[in-house]
């Protein structure tokens, strides 16, 4: 796709200031990137050709993205942290069958992600693809509803990780005591507050650094799934429930009519450990050869958690023997109960703590993810004040100032669990929904409009049907999610995630009438909208 030519001389290590505005684009056409032995440099040219000066050093190989990918997902430890919805909704059989649909339906939304990512890699990842995927006279207004509709969404879910990981070592500390020690939200907001400044320190460190975590992600939350599951079948081999038992034993207790409604629930456990499948797109100028990288790394880590999610679910429903000793387990996390039913104290204690550990593992990269998506919202000036978040430290090469911000609403919404627990499960069933959303968008635009240019990666003739079922399903469930889970509804059960959501929409459209229309006009890049994009892939990587 040719763009216009335009002054590139911005200065990609400026330190903690901000950064430069790209000027009107001259008449000139900028010839398409070369080939190249350097995936970095390709990874240069394409952001390039997307009208973005590179800031940030490319240091994520195949291996890393794809560790950073898995790490997102965190299926041991989210599922670890969700596994209480299908338990709620109907035991066996609705935790197996809402794994089986839904997560084909998350995956279908992943597989749509990475096709649009591997066309328009950028740290703005689905905001940002609009600019290309919509009538132009439509991008300022899709762009700002759907960046501020995915902030609010990753924003809650990396917060939602971080009350996780603090709940997953309380409950350690319970199972630690027999149980007489019982977490109180005060207790885990505490953790919670130390462990997001850990957090976020380590995501001060250069991209180098942070390449170098990451690689070892996927080798120890891969270790810890196999030796859990092992020790599980081993110590339970003899008292384990049947195959047939897992897929097809039902135990409504949620009061809905017909009972199989409640199934839907159970839902929200694969689409909350695969809604943040976009996060390796965050970093994809941080990634060599994005175009192809990128997608492979969503695409192959989508495929290997739905499937290593359904083997940890068959071993833990196989091994949980009363669901409903689980559901009323007094360290509020079932699968930690689980492990002390089936392997005893010491064991269970060591794989709850290694859960904490994955968990980890999950909120590093997503304040990481977090923060690029603030900068890449900044640098477009749709924040307020976003000449502040924008800015780059030359020492690590990253926006410091927007991972520290992150970090603070992180703990604001936290902090909402010492009022009240249905609060605090109203922002965070939110998340889900509102990225959803925001993927949504592009998704239909892609399929509507038809303006989207083919990446290296691709789906091919089954896109559109992909497209369509990450539509349709992805739409369906944002609204169960907004149902509560429990009949009769009570000011205690019920799910005020649709409050939430429509005072996250109303505020946006709000800001948007008042302030956003008068001056902003979408990604701000130094060239102007294009149709077509010539991408070389170099096979060095």
């Not at 195959?243 to 809905?256: E, M, R, V």
């Not at 017909?258 to 965050?282: E, K, V």
């Not at 000036?381 to 609403?409: C, D, E, G």
Request: net charge neutral; with cysteine.
């Amino acid at each position: 796709m040719s763009f216009s030519s335009a002054d590139k001389s911005a200065d990609a290590t400026i330190e903690m200031t901000e950064m430069t505005r790209q000027g009107t684009p001259s008449s000139g056409e900028a010839a398409p990137p070369t080939p190249s032995t350097s995936s970095t440099e390709n990874g240069d040219k394409a952001l390039e050709a997307l009208g973005y000066t590179p800031v940030f050093k490319r240091e994520f190989s195949k291996w890393s993205s794809f560790s950073f990918a898995m790490s997102i997902s965190g299926v041991y430890g989210t599922l670890m942290s969700t596994w209480i919805y299908g338990l709620q909704a109907g035991g066996a059989a609705a935790i197996m069958w809402s794994w089986i649909i839904g997560g084909a339906g998350a995956s279908a939304l992943a597989y749509s992600i990475a096709e649009i990512a591997s066309a328009y890699p950028s740290s703005g990842a689905m905001y940002f693809t609009l600019k290309f995927l919509a009538p132009e006279e439509q991008v300022p207004f899709l762009c700002w509803i759907a960046g501020y509709l995915n902030l609010v969404g990753i924003v809650a879910g990396s917060a939602s990780t971080e009350y996780a990981t603090s709940q997953m070592l309380l409950a350690a500390v319970s199972i630690t005591s027999n149980f007489t020690y019982v977490p109180t939200p005060s207790h885990v907001v505490g953790v919670m507050v130390g462990l997001t400044i850990i957090h976020a320190m380590i995501n001060t460190l250069p991209t180098a650094w942070l390449n170098r975590l990451t690689s070892g992600y996927v080798v120890f939350h891969m270790s810890v799934l196999l030796g859990a599951c092992v020790t599980l079948l081993v110590q339970k081999w003899n008292d384990r429930h049947t195959l047939k038992y897992a897929f097809t034993d039902f135990q409504p207790s949620s009061g809905w009519s017909p009972p199989g409604f409640a199934f839907l629930f159970g839902c929200l456990t694969p689409a909350w450990i695969m809604t943040s499948c976009d996060g390796t797109a965050r970093i994809a100028e941080e990634a060599k050869n994005p175009q192809m990288v990128v997608p492979r790394a969503i695409a192959n880590a989508t495929t290997f958690t739905y499937v290593i999610g359904f083997a940890f679910n068959l071993v833990l429903v196989v091994c949980m023997g009363d669901p409903k000793e689980l559901i009323n387990s007094p360290s509020g996390q079932p699968v930690a109960q689980l492990f002390f039913n089936g392997m005893g104290h010491a064991p269970a204690i060591l794989f709850t703590l290694c859960g904490f550990g994955v968990m980890n593992l999950v909120a590093i990269p997503g304040i990481q993810a977090g923060s690029r998506t603030i900068f890449a919202l900044s640098r477009d000036n749709l924040l307020p004040f976003s000449h502040i978040w924008v800015r780059i430290s030359k020492r690590s090469q990253t926006p410091l100032i927007a991972v520290w911000m992150y970090a603070v609403l992180e703990i604001i919404i936290n902090l909402l669990g010492l009022a009240s627990g249905t609060a605090i499960g109203a922002v965070f069933n939110v998340c889900t929904v509102a990225l959803n959303v925001s993927y949504v968008i592009p998704i239909i635009c892609k399929m509507v409009y038809g303006r989207m240019q083919k990446g290296p990666w691709h789906m091919g003739k089954y896109s559109i049907w992909v497209n369509a079922v990450a539509v349709v399903w992805n739409t369906f469930m944002a609204v169960i999610f907004f149902f509560p889970t429990r009949i009769p509804v009570t000011p205690e059960n019920m799910n005020y995630a649709i409050v939430v959501f429509f005072f996250v929409l109303f505020f946006a459209l709000g800001f948007w009438y008042t302030h956003g229309r008068h001056y902003y006009t979408g990604p701000l890049t130094h060239s102007p909208r294009a149709t077509d994009m010539s991408v070389v892939v170099p096979n060095d990587v």
